[in-house]
């Protein structure tokens, strides 16, 4: 059974930064595809950033130059370093990882507060 864990989350004050860690278990295969997206109360989920198997990576705008994604060297974790944070970046925080042949799954989310 495949399972996400996520961890890193909390509260900040504005300008600080933050780092989410997501470890994939439960598979043998191949994890093609990682990616961070956040919810804010009464938003939408919406995509921070991604990272490919192949080593390509996405950004919102909204986060370019704050945040990195990476991946570790086994490959089943990756890692969001949030720096220069703000109150908007407050959301709950959700990994998602695509899995070949098996689909995509998602973490349970964490909570990620920038107070100002």
């Known amino acids: 059974q495949v399972q996400l864990v996520e961890s890193g989350g909390g509260l900040v004050q504005a300008g600080g930064s933050l780092r989410l860690s997501c470890a994939v278990s439960?598979?043998?295969?191949?994890?093609?595809?990682m990616g961070w997206y956040r919810q804010a109360p009464g938003k939408q989920r919406e995509l921070v950033a991604t990272?490919?198997?192949?080593?390509?990576?996405n950004y919102a705008d909204s986060v370019k130059g704050r945040f990195t994604i990476s991946r570790g060297n086994a490959k089943n974790t990756a890692s969001l370093q949030m720096n220069s944070l703000k109150p908007e970046d407050t959301a709950v925080y959700y990994c998602?990882?695509?899995?070949?042949?098996?689909?995509?799954?998602w973490g349970q989310g964490t909570q990620v507060t920038v107070s100002s």
């Open positions: 990272t490919t198997s192949g080593g390509s990576t």
């Open positions: 439960g598979t043998i295969f191949r994890i093609n595809f």
């Open positions: 998602k990882v695509t899995i070949t042949p098996l689909g995509d799954y």
